[in-house]
């Protein structure tokens, strides 16, 4: 079965035809530009006969272009009405899968994952759903994806400019992060009310961080009002309880902090040497 993916009314007319419904919920947009369309697939830089993961399919336009270049392709798709069309499309392509549900809670019983992530990210859990994959320790070699533009920036923003949160933190820790380019609204089907952006992130080298390295940045960002030195002795408390004022100021002490900058302001091998300095304590 094929599709006019580039045209709004053509998808109109399916969805009319088959009943299907877009959800807000589920922050559904088709992309229907076919040029974007062409150069993510190609920012990807997927061999052939590769197996990739595609979060968020809905009607399948990128997943034909994944199959074109013949890649393997395991699509998770929440939604049950584009979950009967993408088994119709693709019902003879040997080459796709279909993971039903929601990707948060069944990716990790699909392990272990390829080595290359596909996705135009529903906006309301793209930031978790990257989260939960580094968290984990799940990290493709190789990604694209397209999330709210705000969501982007956060994800490439450096220490000390407005945009740097925990998220740019965590997202650092393990990938080389490039905006590709911004998509306006108007390339959707529906429109959103704000623009995307396109992120390519490409796998550092293996760094081996510390259990409490992510808890710590996590705990650092979470009061962006008071210091360092405030938030880290909250940290502290509850592991080094009484004793956690003198580590605190020793901890401080070893990385040549005062204690009254601010998360945004600290870099990730600062938070990284903090993480090893709380490993290394022994009280």
Not at 150 to 163: F, K, T
Request: glycine share 4%.
């Amino acid at each position: 079965m094929i599709l006019n993916y580039n045209s709004a009314q053509a998808l109109r007319e399916y969805l009319d035809k088959e009943h299907l419904g877009m959800q807000k919920k589920f922050g559904q947009n088709f992309l229907i530009n076919p040029q974007v369309r062409n150069d993510l697939v190609q920012a990807l830089g997927a061999p052939c006969a590769s197996e990739v993961w595609e979060i968020g399919p809905g009607l399948g336009a990128m997943t034909a272009l994944l199959l074109d270049k013949c890649l393997i392709v395991k699509a998770f798709e929440i939604d049950k009405g584009f979950i009967r069309a993408l088994k119709e499309i693709f019902a003879e392509n040997k080459n796709f899968s279909l993971i039903e549900g929601d990707a948060m809670k069944t990716w990790v019983s699909h392990l272990p994952a390829a080595k290359y992530l596909f996705g135009n990210l529903p906006y309301n859990v793209a930031a978790a759903l990257i989260a939960d994959f580094i968290e984990r320790g799940n990290i493709f070699t190789r990604a694209v994806v397209t999330v709210q533009k705000e969501v982007a920036l956060r994800m490439a923003a450096s220490a000390g400019s407005p945009d740097y949160s925990s998220f740019s933190v965590l997202c650092a820790s393990v990938y080389k992060i490039k905006p590709l380019m911004v998509i306006h609204r108007d390339s959707f089907y529906p429109q959103p009310n704000v623009d995307s952006m396109a992120v390519l992130l490409e796998k550092k080298e293996k760094i081996e961080y510390p259990a409490v390295f992510y808890p710590l940045v996590r705990a650092l960002f979470s009061s962006r009002r008071k210091t360092v030195k405030n938030n880290l002795l909250s940290f502290l408390s509850s592991r080094f309880n009484k004793q956690a004022q003198t580590v605190c100021a020793d901890i401080l002490s070893q990385n040549n902090l005062s204690g009254n900058e601010r998360a945004e302001k600290l870099d990730l091998n600062t938070f990284l040497s903090l993480a090893k300095s709380i490993d290394n304590m022994r009280i």
